[in-house]
């Protein structure tokens, strides 16, 4: 079952709407007793329907889940569709100077807060979640990859694993070494990262960047999965193709947990 509905999120882009999507599992109706793990995403509307993605084509996360009878809630948020490439600001913890894309003010600080004392606290509240950092992931592609990692390192209290598909590592690779460097982690943190081998002309810079990244994370013990994915794309219908990789590191050794007592009141669960 996915639920959708439209939020405002105005730190930065003003009032417009935006959908909130909630994967929930097959048993999610009838086991009531049941708390579930949650994989925070970004792109929201490219993780479920096909009509909703920005290319006309979806990652299938809800189908591979119900196929895999996963006990995950999935809460997906819409990106920013403004005409001047607003996400790449949203999405961006470190300002941006490109010689393709431009200059922006990186403000994922802002997108952070807004998930995790704004977003949350909601999920939290509607719905039978496991709220603790044990049971609270993240996971993104592209822009959405590369904040995915800053996620789960800056805010580690919050999130204990993630998933950064794609991640664009090419932001800044200097200041997210230093945060791997320098941040506080917990040494059960979870990290799954990939890249394919025919995407954004995946060449030696780019796999020594990727390779210098994963050494740091290596360097802080954390558990650490990375793929160089044959013949990926920078596309959903590569990233779909490497579900059963990201969703089996974020699920592994996590399960959904029962509670004695009744269940709380839910609005929209």
């Known amino acids: 079952?996915?639920?959708?509905?439209?939020?405002?999120?105005?730190?930065?882009?003003?009032?417009?709407?935006r959908n909130v999507y909630v994967y929930l599992p097959l048993n999610y109706e009838y086991e009531e007793r049941k708390y579930y793990p949650?994989?925070?995403?970004?792109?929201?509307?490219?993780?479920?329907?096909?009509r909703d993605a920005t290319y006309g084509k979806s990652w299938g996360l809800g189908?591979?889940?119900?196929?895999?009878?996963?006990?995950?809630?999935?809460?997906?948020?819409?990106c920013n569709h403004s005409p001047k490439n607003d996400r790449l600001s949203e999405y961006s913890p470190y300002d941006i100077d490109n010689p393709h894309y431009g200059k922006f003010i990186g403000r994922g600080d802002e997108t952070m807060a807004w998930f995790?004392?704004?977003?949350?606290?909601?999920?939290?509240?509607?719905?039978?979640?496991?709220?603790?950092?044990?049971?609270?992931?993240i996971m993104g592609s592209s822009m959405g990859g590369l904040m995915s990692l800053y996620a789960v390192l800056k805010y580690n209290k919050v999130f204990s694993r993630a998933a950064a598909l794609s991640p664009s590592i090419w932001v800044s690779?200097?200041?997210?070494?230093?945060?791997?460097?320098?941040?506080?982690?917990?040494?059960d943190t979870v990290v799954y990262m990939d890249y394919g081998s025919r995407e954004m002309n995946f060449h030696a810079g780019n796999e020594?960047?990727?390779?210098?990244l994963g050494a740091e994370?290596?360097?802080?013990?954390?558990?650490l999965t990375m793929r160089i994915v044959p013949n990926g794309n920078h596309c959903e219908a590569s990233w779909e193709q490497q579900l059963p990789f990201c969703?089996?590191?974020?699920?592994?050794?996590?399960?959904?947990?029962?509670?004695?007592?009744?269940?709380?009141?839910t609005t929209k669960g």
Not at 131 to 136: E, F, I, L, N, P
Not at 217 to 223: D, P, T
């Open 1 to 17: 079952m996915i639920k959708k509905w439209s939020v405002t999120y105005p730190a930065h882009t003003g009032p417009e709407p």
């Open 247 to 265: 969703i089996g590191a974020l699920l592994y050794g996590i399960k959904a947990k029962e509670v004695e007592e009744s269940p709380k009141k």
């Open 173 to 187: 690779v200097e200041k997210l070494g230093e945060l791997i460097r320098s941040t506080p982690l917990s040494p």
């Open 116 to 137: 995790i004392h704004t977003l949350k606290p909601q999920i939290d509240r509607d719905f039978r979640t496991l709220k603790d950092r044990d049971h609270t992931f």
């Open 217 to 223: 994370m290596l360097s802080r013990r954390i558990h």
């Open 63 to 78: 189908q591979y889940l119900d196929k895999e009878a996963a006990e995950l809630i999935v809460v997906a948020v819409e």
């Open 208 to 212: 020594k960047s990727f390779a210098a």
């Open 38 to 50: 949650v994989l925070y995403m970004f792109d929201g509307h490219n993780a479920f329907y096909d």
